[in-house]
């Protein structure tokens, strides 16, 4: 299917066009890359390719609404953001499908879930800011008080992944604009429609032009621009580690302020006595939902060995009977990988698993999908492993593959959850309280859940350790980044 658009009166393929002082633009070099469709593997649309120029042109315009919206009232500010949530969840058919055909996720996970998330995420920071307040601190005794001011930045960046869209987008764009920040903004190349669609919204909704300026392009040319950008004195950034490293290279001399939420390798760590029908219901989401692309899936599942053949015959035949098909198809688990790239790299990881010495104990094998032959589509795969030390239990995959392996004792799961270089979560299955206290407390992770998998208050710090970022997103944590605090000291007679 091809989208068609039309600009200045002209039809064409649909273009993705950059979001700057409240309208719709062209990317100034007039350079367009492909966008694909990956169910089907084709071309659907084309995006702007911009660059540094662009990106300086959505700056001025941040810049020259800083002063206006920085000092809008609080209630205005929140009314806008409510109002941006309802147009969202107004247009949820069309914002799921153009996810859907954008990312390859199936339509009913975007239905149910990114898209509402995105409304969420707006709605939740619209009344946070009227709940966010800064400290007081009298010296008693001295005729001193001091104040804490929390001021926006100025103009800010973001910039997001294609895994979770508009769920991610808006993650960050939310309590940048609640704060009373100006904003140049990035999606991935990769799923760059919602991300446009979200202008028009916004427009709607009544966010003043340049306020919230969106550039689409490629990472190394619009979001390399946006990062080293002088006056963007912060950069929100979602993504992977090495791409993570790279923005703190660029963004350290100039001291700028970084939120990095980067990969994960995320453990599970079943133990015998756990619920065990609701564990193997939860961990089948935990490893495939969005085609086992989100950061926080448990890719490496360490089982007890009590149960360990138990879990290994029942977790397979589960795992088989999943359906990989069309994302459009309503009874479709398991939609399209990303890209092509994506693909192939999540496909190497499983010959490298044979090479190995791993034990593929189902899928490993690229899927045809009748009327959708060229997309990208992989069989949900688990493979066993006979050491953690391996490539496939130490590198991200983020893609329909998990690893399982047998432990014997709470100490050596710990020793395994613990010995990889990221730190982002980990799932703990146990009834034992005494256990969920020992465990949690020596995971080296940023979030820990106890007999549950992806379970989200918005008001909870979120974000990873080591090698999976630094900083935290989520309730006041995302709206203290946003903000820079200012002491005021007054002596009095
Ligand atoms: P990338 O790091 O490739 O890209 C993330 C974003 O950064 C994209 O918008 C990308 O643009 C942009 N980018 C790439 N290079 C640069 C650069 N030099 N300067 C500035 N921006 C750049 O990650 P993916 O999109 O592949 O996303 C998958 C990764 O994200 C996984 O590692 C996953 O674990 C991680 N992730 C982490 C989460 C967390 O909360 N910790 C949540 C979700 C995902 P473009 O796409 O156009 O190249």
Same mark, same amino acid.
Not at 119 to 132: D, E, K
Not at 277 to 292: I, R
Not at 394 to 413: L, N, R, S
């Given at each position: 299917?091809?989208?068609?658009?039309?600009?200045?009166?002209?039809?064409?393929?649909?273009?993705?066009?950059?979001?700057?002082?409240?309208?719709?633009?062209?990317?100034?070099?007039?350079?367009?890359?492909?966008?694909?469709?990956?169910?089907?593997? %084709?071309?659907? +649309?084309? $995006?702007?390719?911009?660059? *540094?120029?662009? /990106? =300086?042109?959505?700056?001025?315009?941040?810049?020259? @609404?800083?002063?206006?919206?920085?000092?809008?009232?609080? %209630?205005?500010? +929140?009314? $806008?953001?409510?109002?941006? *949530?309802?147009? /969202? =969840?107004?247009?949820?058919?069309?914002?799921?499908? @153009?996810?859907?055909?954008?990312?390859?996720?199936?339509?009913?996970?975007?239905?149910?879930?990114?898209?509402?998330? *995105?409304?969420?995420?707006?709605?939740?920071?619209?009344?946070?800011?009227?709940?966010?307040?800064?400290?007081?601190?009298?010296?008693?005794?001295?005729?001193?008080?001091?104040?804490?001011?929390?001021?926006?930045?100025?103009?800010?960046?973001?910039?997001?992944?294609?895994?979770?869209?508009?769920?991610?987008?808006?993650?960050?764009?939310?309590?940048?604009?609640?704060?009373?920040?100006?904003?140049?903004?990035?999606?991935?190349?990769?799923?760059?429609?919602?991300?446009?669609?979200?202008?028009?919204?916004?427009?709607?909704?009544?966010?003043?032009?340049?306020?919230?300026?969106?550039?689409?392009?490629?990472?190394?040319?619009?979001?390399?621009?946006?990062?080293?950008?002088?006056?963007?004195?912060?950069?929100?950034?979602?993504?992977?580690?090495?791409?993570?490293?790279?923005?703190?290279?660029?963004?350290?001399?100039?001291?700028?302020?970084?939120?990095?939420?980067?990969?994960?390798?995320?453990?599970?760590?079943?133990?015998?006595?756990?619920?065990?029908?609701?564990?193997?219901?939860?961990?089948?989401?935990?490893?495939?939902?969005?085609?086992?692309?989100?950061?926080?899936?448990?890719?490496?599942?360490?089982?007890?060995?009590?149960?360990?053949?138990?879990?290994?015959?029942?977790?397979?035949?589960?795992?088989?009977?999943?359906?990989?098909?069309?994302?459009?198809?309503?009874?479709?688990?398991?939609?399209?990988?990303?890209?092509?790239?994506?693909?192939?790299?999540?496909?190497?990881?499983?010959?490298?698993?044979?090479?190995?010495?791993?034990?593929?104990?189902?899928?490993?094998?690229?899927?045809?999908?009748?009327?959708?032959?060229?997309?990208?589509?992989?069989?949900?795969?688990?493979?066993?492993?006979?050491?953690?030390?391996?490539?496939?239990?130490?590198?991200?995959?983020?893609?329909?593959?998990?690893?399982?392996?047998?432990?014997?004792?709470?100490?050596?799961?710990?020793?395994?959850?613990?010995?990889?270089?990221?730190?982002?979560?980990?799932?703990?299955?146990?009834?034992?309280?005494?256990?969920?206290?020992?465990?949690?407390?020596?995971?080296?992770?940023?979030?820990?859940?106890?007999?549950?998998?992806?379970?989200?208050?918005?008001?909870?710090?979120?974000?990873?350790?080591?090698?999976?970022?630094?900083?935290?997103?989520?309730?006041?944590?995302?709206?203290?980044?946003?903000?820079?605090?200012?002491?005021?000291?007054?002596?009095?007679?």
């Amino acid at each position: 299917m091809i989208i068609t658009g039309s600009f200045n009166g002209i039809n064409y393929m649909k273009k993705i066009l950059n979001y700057i002082n409240g309208e719709y633009c062209e990317p100034i070099s007039g350079a367009w890359i492909d966008n694909f469709d990956p169910s089907k593997g %084709e071309v659907y +649309s084309k $995006i702007a390719d911009s660059n *540094a120029e662009d /990106i =300086e042109k959505a700056y001025q315009a941040a810049k020259a @609404a800083f002063p206006s919206w920085s000092n809008t009232t609080i %209630e205005k500010r +929140s009314n $806008i953001l409510l109002k941006i *949530a309802s147009l /969202i =969840e107004e247009n949820l058919d069309s914002l799921a499908y @153009a996810e859907s055909l954008d990312n390859g996720k199936p339509l009913s996970l975007a239905k149910a879930v990114d898209i509402p998330r *995105a409304s969420s995420n707006f709605r939740f920071f619209g009344h946070a800011i009227t709940q966010f307040a800064s400290e007081a601190h009298e010296s008693v005794g001295l005729n001193t008080m001091n104040f804490t001011l929390r001021q926006p930045i100025g103009v800010v960046g973001c910039i997001s992944p294609w895994n979770l869209p508009l769920y991610l987008f808006t993650w960050k764009i939310a309590p940048a604009l609640a704060a009373g920040n100006t904003l140049v903004a990035k999606p991935s190349e990769v799923t760059p429609m919602t991300a446009y669609l979200l202008g028009d919204l916004c427009t709607k909704a009544g966010l003043p032009k340049g306020v919230l300026n969106i550039v689409q392009g490629t990472g190394p040319s619009a979001g390399q621009a946006l990062v080293a950008h002088p006056n963007i004195k912060a950069i929100s950034f979602t993504g992977g580690t090495k791409t993570g490293e790279h923005i703190s290279r660029t963004a350290a001399p100039m001291f700028k302020k970084l939120s990095l939420e980067l990969g994960g390798k995320n453990p599970n760590l079943i133990f015998a006595d756990c619920n065990y029908d609701l564990m193997l219901e939860v961990t089948l989401k935990s490893s495939f939902a969005n085609q086992g692309q989100i950061c926080l899936c448990g890719s490496r599942i360490f089982v007890e060995k009590s149960l360990y053949s138990t879990f290994k015959n029942d977790f397979v035949k589960k795992v088989r009977t999943l359906k990989v098909g069309n994302p459009f198809d309503k009874d479709t688990n398991i939609g399209a990988l990303v890209s092509k790239p994506h693909l192939e790299k999540v496909k190497s990881y499983i010959e490298l698993a044979k090479e190995e010495g791993g034990k593929i104990l189902c899928g490993g094998n690229l899927v045809t999908v009748e009327g959708s032959e060229n997309g990208y589509y992989l069989e949900p795969t688990i493979i066993e492993v006979f050491d953690n030390q391996c490539r496939v239990n130490q590198e991200e995959i983020f893609g329909p593959v998990v690893t399982i392996m047998p432990f014997e004792t709470e100490e050596e799961a710990l020793q395994m959850a613990n010995n990889v270089k990221y730190g982002l979560s980990a799932t703990l299955w146990t009834s034992n309280i005494d256990r969920t206290m020992r465990v949690s407390k020596q995971l080296e992770v940023g979030i820990v859940w106890v007999n549950t998998w992806l379970n989200r208050d918005l008001r909870t710090p979120f974000g990873g350790v080591k090698n999976s970022g630094i900083g935290r997103e989520g309730g006041f944590e995302a709206l203290k980044f946003f903000t820079e605090t200012k002491n005021v000291c007054i002596k009095y007679e």
